[in-house]
């Protein structure tokens, strides 16, 4: 299984893998939300979370942010992966518009 995104509007929607195995369409994924009209971001249940597709996310948000085009993310994740992001120091990507 390989990550997804689903736009629908203003938002985008992704899930499966989010891991450094799949950093390739992570990038991808992310290069096309980044490149479209997305004010919101929907992280849904990733299968799998790794730190290198958080901080891929961190930078997108920074860049978004940076150009005046805040993006709003919400993450939907399970007690692991939300403890992962507590712990390393990304707690702040859970509650946030960035």
């Not at 203003?10 to 899930?15: C, H």
């Not at 790794?50 to 901080?55: A, C, E, I, M």
């Not at 939907?76 to 859970?94: H, Q, V, Y």
Request: glycine share 4%.
């Amino acid at each position: 299984m390989k990550p997804k995104v689903k736009m629908e509007g203003d938002q985008a929607v992704i899930n499966g893998p989010l891991t450094i195995k799949h950093h390739k369409e992570v990038l991808s994924l992310l290069k096309k939300v980044a490149d479209g009209n997305v004010s919101r971001l929907v992280i849904d249940h990733p299968s799998e979370l790794d730190l290198s597709s958080v901080q891929m996310l961190w930078s997108l948000c920074s860049s978004k942010k940076s150009t005046n085009s805040p993006i709003n993310v919400v993450f939907a994740l399970n007690e692991a992966d939300t403890s992962l992001l507590k712990r390393c120091g990304f707690s702040f990507l859970i509650t946030s518009t960035l």
